[in-house]
């Protein structure tokens, strides 16, 4: 086990109906969830070869025959059963700082241009920053690290509005945290931001 470097993958269990939703509203249920596991393999993709250990959190059941591996440096969680997503990252996070863990980042399996250099980046920028964000093109991020758990990121937050990254920074000026913005993403919610990748690779997506 790294015991420095941890990077938390938030996931939805691919189930038809369940995922996607926004984006099914407009192509389908089974297209949205063709989709979605299409995203789970390439974020595995992604982060399968980095130097650090991944915790990969699912969203209702641990699936031991899915596409993650079962052994080190990936291991299997189950988000906290709060329906609250500030709820559930905070578990996540204290889980991780309570096991040891130094740098500590978190994403979820919707950002379709977030590639392995970006994640490298993220961490290399906890090496001289407090945190680090990267914010998504709906006011969201996609991205959160940090190297000590800070309960206040995951408190009075209206998740999945536009106000969650501009309240997440001010959060980090409140506490005089020094911090690093990655670039803007898009988070694939809809059918307008699944027309933001390219038209080759979106079919690729669907099959």
């Given at each position: 086990m790294n015991k420095k470097r941890l990077l938390i993958i938030f996931v939805k269990?691919?189930?038809?109906?369940?995922?996607?939703?926004?984006?099914?509203?407009t192509i389908g249920d089974e297209k949205a969830?063709?989709?979605?596991?299409?995203?789970?393999?390439?974020?595995?993709?992604?982060v399968e070869e980095l130097a650090f250990d991944k915790a990969v959190y699912?969203?209702?059941?641990?699936?031991?025959?899915?596409?993650?591996?079962?052994?080190?440096?990936?291991?299997k969680h189950i988000q906290n059963s709060n329906p609250d997503?500030?709820?559930k990252m905070q578990s996540?996070?204290?889980?991780?700082?309570?096991?040891g863990y130094e740098s500590v980042c978190i994403m979820g399996s919707d950002c379709y241009s977030?590639?392995?250099?970006?994640?490298?980046?993220a961490f290399l920028a906890l090496e001289h920053k407090d945190v680090v964000l990267g914010p998504s093109n709906d006011g969201g991020y996609y991205l959160l690290g940090m190297n000590k758990f800070y309960k206040e990121f995951f408190h009075n937050k209206r998740w999945s509005t536009d106000t969650v990254a501009p309240d997440t920074i001010l959060d980090f000026k409140n506490l005089n945290l020094s911090h690093q913005?990655?670039?803007?993403?898009?988070?694939?919610?809809?059918?307008?931001?699944?027309?933001?990748i390219p038209e080759e690779e979106r079919n690729k997506l669907l099959i």
């Amino acid at each position: 086990m790294n015991k420095k470097r941890l990077l938390i993958i938030f996931v939805k269990n691919p189930e038809l109906g369940k995922c996607k939703t926004r984006l099914a509203a407009t192509i389908g249920d089974e297209k949205a969830l063709v989709f979605y596991k299409n995203m789970l393999q390439k974020t595995k993709e992604e982060v399968e070869e980095l130097a650090f250990d991944k915790a990969v959190y699912y969203s209702s059941f641990i699936d031991k025959d899915d596409l993650w591996p079962n052994n080190p440096p990936f291991y299997k969680h189950i988000q906290n059963s709060n329906p609250d997503l500030g709820v559930k990252m905070q578990s996540a996070f204290e889980d991780a700082f309570n096991n040891g863990y130094e740098s500590v980042c978190i994403m979820g399996s919707d950002c379709y241009s977030l590639n392995k250099e970006t994640l490298e980046s993220a961490f290399l920028a906890l090496e001289h920053k407090d945190v680090v964000l990267g914010p998504s093109n709906d006011g969201g991020y996609y991205l959160l690290g940090m190297n000590k758990f800070y309960k206040e990121f995951f408190h009075n937050k209206r998740w999945s509005t536009d106000t969650v990254a501009p309240d997440t920074i001010l959060d980090f000026k409140n506490l005089n945290l020094s911090h690093q913005l990655l670039n803007e993403l898009v988070d694939i919610d809809n059918e307008e931001d699944f027309n933001t990748i390219p038209e080759e690779e979106r079919n690729k997506l669907l099959i």
